[in-house]
C-alpha cells in the first residue's frame, strides 16, 4: 500500500534540520545537528550506544522539542506547528507500542480512533499488507516479535502518514522475519520518507538513499548513497563505533 505515482506532498526537503541541540541537564543529546532530507528519500541513521539517535527519532517524532535550533517537517514548522503535523507523521518503536491484551484488530482500531471514527475498511486492508489476517482475532500479546514489528507497521501507517520513522525496527527478528520485513517496508515505502535507526549496517546501507552516522550528538557524515563509496563508508562507521565515543 504505497501512497502512489503522484508526486510527493510539498516535494522538495521533508526534513530541514538547522542547529538542533537536545540538553538533558548537564549531557547533550544532540549537539548541533543540520540535517536536509529530500521527500521520498530512505534515509538509514547509525551510530554508536549513545550517540543520539534515537534523540533525533523522537524529535523528528515530535516527541520531544530541541533546546535550540530549527526544524521544518514537511513543509511545516514543526517546532511552532506540531499538531498540525502529527497526523502526518508515523513512528514505528523498537518497543512496540501495542496493547498485548487486544487483539490486532482491537489495536488497529484503537489507533484509527485517536484519528477519527475507526476505519474499518483501511484497517482490513493492512492487517492484509501486513500477512496478519488470519490472526486478526488473536491476543497481540500471543504474537512473536517479528508479528508484533509486523503489526507495528499497520499501525504507523493507519493514518497514511508522510514520513515514517523506525527505531531499530530489525532488533529481534530471526533472519526469516527480517527478510519478511524487508519485503513489507518496500512495498509501503513507495510516495513516503522513511528515516531508520539501525545498528544492521548492511542491511541499512542496503536500503537506503541517504546515511547518516551520528556520533556525540554531531554529524560525523550524512551523504547521498550514489555519493559515497560504500566501502569507506562502511569503514567510517567501524571507526565510529570502535572509538568508543558514548
Ligand atoms: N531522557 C534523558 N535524560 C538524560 N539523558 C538522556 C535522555 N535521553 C538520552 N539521554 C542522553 O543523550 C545521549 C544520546 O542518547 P540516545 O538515546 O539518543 O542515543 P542512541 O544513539 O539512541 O543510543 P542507543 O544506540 O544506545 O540506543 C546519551 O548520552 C544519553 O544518555
Known amino acids: 500500500m504505497g501512497r502512489g505515482e503522484a508526486p510527493l506532498p510539498g516535494a522538495g526537503l ?11 541537564g548537564n549531557r547533550r543529546g544532540l549537539d548541533g545537528v543540520d540535517l536536509e532530507v529530500p521527500a521520498g528519500a530512505f534515509l538509514s541513521v547509525f551510530g554508536p550506544n549513545g550517540a543520539g539517535k534515537t534523540t533525533l527519532l523522537r524529535m523528528l517524532a515530535l516527541l520531544s522539542r530541541p533546546t535550540r535550533g530549527s526544524l521544518r ?9 506540531a499538531d498540525a503535523l502529527r497526523s502526518r507523521v508515523g513512528l514505528i518503536s523498537h518497543t512496540s507500542m501495542l496493547y498485548g491484551d487486544l487483539t490486532a484488530r482491537e489495536n488497529l482500531e484503537f489507533f484509527s480512533s485517536l484519528y477519527g471514527a475507526p ?3 483501511r484497517i482490513d486492508e493492512l492487517l492484509r499488507l501486513v500477512e496478519l489476517d488470519h490472526r486478526r482475532n488473536d491476543c497481540v500479546r500471543t504474537f512473536s516479535r517479528g508479528m508484533q514489528q509486523r503489526l507495528s507497521i499497520a499501525r504507523a501507517l493507519i493514518n497514511d502518514p508522510e514520513l515514517v520513522l523506525l527505531d531499530e525496527p530489525y532488533s529481534g527478528l530471526d533472519p526469516h522475519a527480517a527478510e519478511l520485513f524487508d519485503g513489507l517496508i518496500a512495498r509501503v515505502r513507495v510516495g513516503r520518507t522513511f528515516i531508520m535507526v539501525s545498528h544492521d549496517l548492511d542491511r541499512g546501507f542496503e536500503l537506503c538513499t541517504h546515511a547518516l552516522i551520528l556520533a556525540r550528538g554531531q554529524v560525523v557524515v550524512f551523504a547521498e548513497k550514489e555519493q559515497v563509496d560504500a566501502s569507506a563508508f562502511k569503514d567510517l562507521y567501524r571507526a565510529t563505533v570502535g572509538m568508543g565515543v558514548a
Open 73 to 81: 517537517l514537511l513543509g511545516v514548522d514543526a517546532l511552532e506547528d
Open 119 to 121: 476505519d474499518r475498511a
Open 14 to 24: 521533508a526534513v530541514e534540520a538547522h542547529g538542533l541541540v537536545k540538553q538533558f
